[in-house]
T-cell receptor, first 114, second 114 residues
Framework: TQTVSQSDAHVTVFEGDSVELRCNYSYGGSIYLSWYIQHHGHGLQFLLKYYSGNPVVQGVNGFEAEFSKSDSSFHLRKASVHWSDSAVYFCAVSAGNYAQGLTFGLGTRVSVFP | EAAVTQSPRSKVAVTGGKVTLSCHQTNNHDYMYWYRQDTGHGLRLIHYSYVADSTEKGDIPDGYKASRPSQENFSLILELASLSQTAVYFC?????????????FGEGSRLIVV
């Protein structure tokens, strides 16, 4: 069974600041790791994913994430946030049986102030 | 144009009543999922399906049934709605292994049971 933990429930930043959202997982085998964004009142939207290869993956809107097998982590970063980045961000893992969908973390709410 | 559409977007139901949440996708995906979202619990998988006329139990199936009459449609049925089923429900589709199990979500259905 795979698990995902997001250590920060809420992060507050100012426009132009950088942000890093932490995600740690536990699973012994090969997995897909991904990040999703949820704006208030809407469904989740895919940001980026990692399975193998370059541990730094690029996503939409300037987001990137770095996989670390030694730390069991997949942290999301953005160099300069915009007010529109205010949302809840979910880390997710998918283990060997892809049919069973994703296991999500509890999410990190990001509030961006002008 | 939204590829996963849910209806209704919002509903108030009485305890003990029957509720049907519907989901329609135009992604031509084989896999479909129903998740519920509650504050403090993130998203939890209720039921999923990987082919028409077949459904599988997810992590929290008790009190819910699912129906997949066609590739495009996937319904979630609450035969006897209870207060504890007040939540936001999300439908998602995926082509599973082909995309690393990237999920495409609908906008959600907010259910309030009174």
């Amino acid at each position: 069974t795979q698990t995902v933990s997001q250590s920060d429930a809420h992060v507050t930043v100012f426009e132009g600041d950088s942000v890093e959202l932490r995600c740690n997982y536990s699973y012994g085998g090969s997995i897909y790791l991904s990040w999703y964004i949820q704006h208030h009142g809407h469904g989740l939207q895919f940001l980026l994913k990692y399975y193998s290869g370059n541990p730094v993956v690029q996503g939409v809107n300037g987001f990137e994430a770095e996989f670390s097998k030694s730390d069991s982590s997949f942290h999301l970063r953005k160099a300069s946030v915009h007010w529109s980045d205010s949302a809840v961000y979910f880390c997710a893992v998918s283990a060997g049986n892809y049919a069973q969908g994703l296991t999500f973390g509890l999410g990190t709410r990001v509030s961006v102030f002008p | 144009e939204a590829a996963v559409t849910q209806s209704p977007r919002s509903k108030v139901a009485v305890t003990g009543g029957k509720v049907t949440l519907s989901c329609h996708q135009t992604n031509n995906h084989d896999y479909m999922y129903w998740y519920r979202q509650d504050t403090g619990h993130g998203l939890r998988l209720i039921h999923y399906s990987y082919v028409a006329d077949s459904t599988e139990k997810g992590d929290i199936p008790d009190g819910y049934k699912a129906s997949r009459p066609s590739q495009e449609n996937f319904s979630l049925i609450l035969e006897l709605a209870s207060l504890s089923q007040t939540a936001v429900y999300f439908c998602a589709s995926s082509d599973a292994a082909f995309s690393g199990n990237t999920l495409y979500f609908g906008e959600g259905s907010r259910l309030i049971v009174v």
